[in-house]
């Protein structure tokens, strides 16, 4: 990633690996919860932060891959402290299991990387009849960050220190639907376009990252909430759009992140000292970035906020009538 090395005022570049950009930080007595943490950039980050001493639980949807990334980094790093626990972000319901699992386990929570998500999928529902994307990658972070920022604010309060949560959003917010958010049309079919709701669902994480931080900030809680753009990793978050393999061949080492520099821009807003205190903002390669215009409006994220706790709460009243 020649092209990609200039470093910004951090000291790192899109170059940096996760490892790098945590060097020499001490996260022991930390506990971290990493959803997605079984493939791409989420094991990565969950190997790196257990390599600083954190605790990690890995939020996953598959539980015997959980398990075998669990025994990979506690291969490499004996000491490691990690716990796989499963979580599926596309249902309320697991959801709330899993919160309700991670409360009872007694474990503190200051740090929540809200990294899981799917990218470009055809046109499907959630469990919850929410078009998935914006279900998995909004809705399911939105309910399980809500569940847990009581433990965090107690985490916080008791042990003197920043609690931080993290959204995984992309680049790609910049380009939703032409009404940024279809609030009147989320499970609409009529005019989907796969790589517009991914849009939608990653400009949702920006503008729910910057309502949460106002509000903590309104709290008086030691908490900051940071949105972050990993850059473009081959994953499998692209197994639903074939022509990325081809892009992969021509451009990959001029344009693509291996996943040790995907990773990094989180580690670097989950551990990093340089952004203590820093809440509200978008990070890329390692340094503060330019969200869209859209991104930064803070009535649409007042709404959003309101939009998306109204639709959880219609969610569940139908669950509890079936």
Not at 51 to 79: D, S
């Amino acid at each position: 990633m020649w092209r990609l090395s200039r470093k910004g005022a951090s000291g790192f570049s899109s170059s940096s690996t996760a490892e790098e950009v945590t060097q020499g930080i001490d996260g022991t007595g930390l506990t971290a919860i990493v959803t997605g943490a079984s493939s791409g950039i989420g094991t990565e980050t969950a190997r790196v932060l257990a390599l600083r001493g954190v605790h990690v639980v890995m939020a996953v949807r598959n539980m015997a891959t959980g398990r075998e990334v669990k025994e990979e980094i506690i291969k490499e790093n004996p000491n490691a402290k990690v716990l796989a626990m499963e979580l599926n972000l596309s249902s309320m319901a697991s959801v709330r299991k899993f919160a309700s699992e991670f409360k009872c386990s007694g474990l503190p929570l200051n740090i929540l990387i809200n990294n899981a998500g799917v990218m470009a999928t055809p046109f499907m529902l959630s469990k919850d009849n929410i078009e998935l994307q914006f279900a998995t990658n909004h809705i399911g972070h939105f309910l399980l960050t809500n569940l847990l920022l009581e433990t965090m604010k107690k985490t916080s309060l008791k042990s003197s220190k920043e609690g931080r949560i993290v959204n995984v959003s992309s680049r790609r917010h910049q380009f939703s639907y032409p009404e940024g958010i279809r609030f009147d049309k989320i499970n609409d079919q009529t005019g989907y376009n796969r790589f517009s709701a991914y849009g939608q669902s990653k400009l949702a994480n920006v503008l729910h990252t910057n309502e949460l931080a106002r509000r903590l900030k309104e709290d008086g809680v030691e908490i900051t909430a940071n949105s972050v753009h990993p850059g473009a990793i081959t994953t499998n978050l692209f197994r639903h759009v074939n022509f990325f393999s081809g892009l992969v061949g021509l451009l990959g080492k001029y344009v693509i992140k291996n996943v040790q520099q995907g990773a990094a821009t989180t580690c670097y807003v989950a551990l990093h000292p340089q952004v203590k205190g820093i809440t509200g903002k978008y990070f890329a390669d390692s340094n503060i970035a330019q969200a869209s215009s859209e991104a930064v409006n803070t009535d649409l994220a007042q709404y959003l906020w309101d939009f998306s706790m109204d639709l959880i709460n219609r969610c569940s009243e139908n669950s509890q009538n079936i």
